[in-house]
């Protein structure tokens, strides 16, 4: 079965630092997403992705967020100075097709601990 | 805003019983998911529901959708300890020609932290 497939699964960076999360989404998907999960916490949207721009981004997605499809296959979410309350698992998910309803499926996550 | 609520939050229960969790939203959609997560891992898709009075069931977990009400019940039955974990519902706004295609995110409820107890 096709993966969303993420990496690192674990970072630890010190507050200030930049950090890149990367993602591959399936292969045939459209549209792509993070989210971010504060430990013992519910799963909050950040931003999507289509067309090679952002569609939807949320409170959370300041101008300290940025992604970016650099190539055909990564999607990659950077944090330009990380402050302790970025700690989280953050999950990157895609979906295929125009229309929603077609389920999201969501990588393993990568933890990032900002120390 | 669309605003995701679950209840219960926390949930223990012993083997062999029933119960539902119950998951109600604040803006009409029609598309709702089920998530379920262990401790650590990702979430893993258990049902879609993309119609109103839709029912979905894949073994002991059943998923129903009443769009009317906004509400979405995860019903369990004669529970084991495999199915101990947390279980997010998850809302999207329907598509809209008008958006343009843009895709919208997720709305999580806080999820109903559920052990089943031998």
């Known amino acids: 079965e096709p993966e969303v497939t993420q990496t690192p699964s674990h970072q630890v960076t010190q507050m200030g630092q930049e950090v890149i999360l990367r993602c591959v989404p399936i292969s045939n998907h459209l549209y792509f997403y993070w989210y971010r999960q504060i430990l013992g916490q519910k799963v909050e949207f950040l931003v999507s992705f289509y067309n090679n721009e952002i569609s939807e981004k949320s409170e959370i997605f300041d101008d300290q967020f940025s992604v970016e499809r650099p190539d055909g296959s990564n999607f990659t979410l950077k944090i330009r100075s990380t402050k302790l309350e970025d700690s989280a698992m953050y999950f990157c998910?895609?979906?295929?097709?125009?229309?929603?309803?077609?389920?999201?499926?969501f990588g393993s996550g990568t933890r990032l601990t900002v120390v | 805003e669309l605003k995701v609520e679950q209840n219960p939050l926390f949930l223990s229960m012993q083997e062999g019983k029933n119960y539902t969790i119950y998951c109600n939203y604040s803006?009409?959609?029609?598309?709702l998911y089920w998530y379920r997560q262990d401790p650590g891992k990702s979430l893993e898709s258990l049902f879609v529901?993309?119609?109103?009075?839709a029912v979905k069931q894949e073994g002991r977990l059943m998923a129903s959708l009443d769009t009317k009400a906004r509400l979405s019940t995860l019903h369990i039955t004669a529970a084991v300890h495999d199915l101990s974990a947390t279980y997010f519902c998850a809302v999207d706004i329907p598509y809209s020609i008008d958006s343009g295609g843009g895709a919208d995110g997720l709305t999580f409820g806080k999820g109903t932290h559920l052990i089943i107890q031998p």
């Open positions: 998910a895609s979906s295929e097709g125009k229309y929603r309803g077609y389920g999201y499926t």
């Open positions: 803006t009409t959609s029609d598309r």
């Open positions: 529901l993309l119609s109103n009075g």
